[in-house]
């Protein structure tokens, strides 16, 4: 084998992830901006690659091998930090759940799953949900034809939220507890909805529910984030300033360690169950090697968590995942320090992005009116 090429090769993998890493940091809500935050892990494991690779070369190295390999370094580092959180290595944000008497345990088995409106495959998700029986079960990309196969499980669900859409924004909420004045709303795009419901669990206690499924930034869908970003702030900051003890969950269209989805969680206090634990990486079923998360749940400090895993296929281009928390107040305050904490400058800047995500989503919902409008 030629070192020579390998040396070189090696040069260019290490400029490429320090370019896209650098290129992730222009503050610019583009989607070919903002879509390097979605591969960290993948950028990550390049970057290593080429890091372990440039070392074994060390003896042939100059000047410019040198300021590259220090470049390499600093935004190697930087994917790590944004990461590592979600793995074993890094400080649990949720506690596990404590073992209590029968009688005393209040637990909550959500599952979110987005369906992918042309998948025919609907038993599946049917069969999944009977075998797993979660208390919530909040589907997205759902249509007619979807609520149809889905009146299969409706006997174990009393109460439930139908918005059967056939532009990919679809969204069903199926539960066991006790759905108190559930809500559609149209947050940023008047086509695209989220729902907002109060929820009682097991013991009586009640709390918030928010189901959200923004649109993504993509050359297909979204120029820019900005919607997808304006909507997410715009809850957290309601559930903040009401103080209230609440779940949100569903398809956010961005990842955990995005700039956005990181200024949320200090915006609203909320807490994700996935930090010093593991990778739940719900999206693309075909391509192991490019997958990572795009369902969350976030939720306050009352809650401590029994389980969060990746459910199977059910033919869909997401995972469903299920989450199982448990309820014990007594834990808040001690998880309460475990937040992230808002300043001054997230606020300015989440109140800046909801206004700039309300002028963004007025002239898209005008665009796709006007679009709906030529087709029909």
């Not at 070919?32 to 003896?59: N, T």
């Not at 196969?149 to 669900?157: F, R």
């Not at 903040?240 to 956010?252: C, F, R």
Request: net charge negative; aromatic share 10%.
């Amino acid at each position: 084998m030629d070192l020579s090429l390998l040396y070189y090769s090696l040069q260019w993998l290490a400029g490429f992830i320090a370019f896209v890493t650098i290129w992730g940091w222009v503050p610019l809500d583009n989607w070919w901006v903002r879509g390097v935050e979605f591969p960290r892990i993948q950028i990550m494991v390049l970057g290593i690659i080429a890091w372990i690779g440039m070392i074994m070369f060390f003896s042939e190295w100059q000047l410019g091998q040198w300021l590259l390999f220090i470049v390499l370094s600093i935004t190697l580092a930087f994917q790590l930090r944004m990461v590592l959180p979600y793995t074993k290595l890094w400080k649990k944000e949720v506690q596990k759940a404590k073992d209590k008497p029968e009688g005393q345990v209040h637990q909550l088995k959500i599952m979110v799953s987005n369906v992918l409106t042309p998948n025919d495959e609907t038993q599946k998700l049917v069969d999944l949900v009977k075998h797993r029986q979660p208390d919530i079960l909040i589907t997205l990309e759902t249509d007619k034809k979807w609520e149809k196969a889905l009146q299969q499980i409706e006997s174990d669900y009393p109460y439930t939220v139908k918005v059967p859409l056939d532009n990919l924004y679809g969204m069903h909420l199926y539960s066991k507890l006790e759905l108190i004045d559930p809500e559609v709303k149209y947050l940023i795009i008047d086509d695209i909805p989220s729902i907002h419901t109060q929820l009682r669990l097991q013991g009586g206690r009640v709390i918030w529910l928010y189901c959200l499924h923004p649109m993504p930034p993509s050359p297909t869908e979204a120029d820019k984030s900005t919607t997808r970003d304006a909507e997410l702030l715009m809850v957290g900051k309601h559930i903040k300033e009401n103080e209230q003890t609440a779940i949100l969950a569903g398809d956010l269209n961005d990842v955990a360690w995005s700039k956005t989805t990181r200024r949320f969680q200090r915006i609203s206090g909320l807490l994700d169950p996935r930090i010093g634990r593991h990778f739940i990486n719900t999206f693309h079923v075909k391509y192991p090697f490019l997958r990572w998360a795009l369902d969350h749940i976030f939720h306050s400090a009352c809650f401590t968590v029994v389980d969060i895993r990746r459910m199977p296929s059910i033919g869909s281009d997401h995972f469903p995942v299920m989450t199982i928390l448990q309820y014990e107040p007594e834990e808040t305050s001690k998880q309460e320090g475990n937040a992230p904490t808002a300043e001054a400058e997230d606020v300015a800047e989440a109140d800046s992005k909801i206004e700039e995500g309300k002028k963004e989503g007025k002239k898209m919902s005008d665009e796709r009116k006007e679009a709906q409008g030529s087709f029909s």
